[in-house]
Nanobody
């Protein structure tokens, strides 16, 4: 069974940076891509970024474009989310999610989800 484990969350001041990690373990996940989502208190979960393995293409929500960067280290089975110039509205629980196949990618769906890591941006 494929498992995803996020880490790297914490408390940071506005304008600061954090780097989130998502380690993929278990099963035989070859994968088509991975993504990051977030959910703030009282709000729906929203898309943040995703990356397609075979092309290296990346996609971002408008709200984080130019500030956040998704990347991967395939040797470490790890996906990263580098977050710069953080704003109070970036406060949320951040989740990583994995995509098994092209078919799932094209639907905009995800096969596996992590448990989340809290990011709080506050002075």
């Amino acid at each position: 069974q494929v498992q995803l484990a996020e880490s790297g969350g914490g408390v940071v001041q506005p304008g600061g940076s954090l780097k989130l990690f998502c380690v993929v373990s278990g099963g035989t996940f070859s994968g088509h891509g991975m993504g990051w989502f977030r959910q703030a208190p009282g709000k729906d979960r929203e898309f943040v970024a995703r990356m397609r393995w075979n092309t290296g293409s990346t996609y971002y929500a408008d709200s984080v474009k130019g500030r956040f960067t998704i990347s991967r280290d395939s040797a470490k089975n790890t996906v990263y989310l580098q977050m710069n110039s953080l704003l109070p509205e970036d406060t949320a629980v951040y989740y990583c999610a994995a995509i098994e196949t092209l078919a799932v990618w094209l639907k905009g769906e995800y096969n596996y989800w992590g448990q989340g890591t809290q990011v709080t941006v506050s002075s």
